[in-house]
Nanobody
């Protein structure tokens, strides 16, 4: 069983920055694909970024060049540095873990474990 806990959300003005963290329990963190998804009311959960066990990172076009995903396998943590934030980045951000790494990294259904989510609000 893997437990994920997000932190670091909050309110920020457009153009500002936030850093989200995801703390994972369990021994399989280093071999797991990790991802961030976000969701706004009435919409599907949307892929933001994924980081493979190798450290390779993948980003949605909407955040490429502004967000940076990293992981520290010694501390079982993943971080999302979000810069140049825009109002359209406002959402609940979820951390996710995929222990199998067999499905598409872009699809929320590929991930078996989820955090509770953290709210990010970007004001004008």
């Amino acid at each position: 069983q893997v437990q994920l806990v997000e932190s670091g959300g909050g309110l920020v003005q457009a153009g500002g920055s936030l850093r989200l963290s995801c703390a994972a329990s369990g021994r399989t963190f280093s071999s797991s694909r990790m991802g961030w998804f976000r969701q706004t009311p009435g919409k599907e959960r949307e892929f933001v970024t994924a980081i493979e066990s190798s450290g390779a990172t993948y980003y949605a076009d909407s955040v490429k060049g502004r967000f940076n995903n990293s992981r520290d396998n010694t501390k079982n943590t993943m971080h999302l540095q979000m810069n140049s934030l825009k109002p359209e980045d406002t959402a609940v951000y979820y951390c996710a873990a995929d222990r199998r790494s067999m499905g598409s990294r872009y699809y929320s259904g590929s991930y078996q474990y989820w955090g509770q989510g953290t709210q990010v609000t970007v004001s004008l």
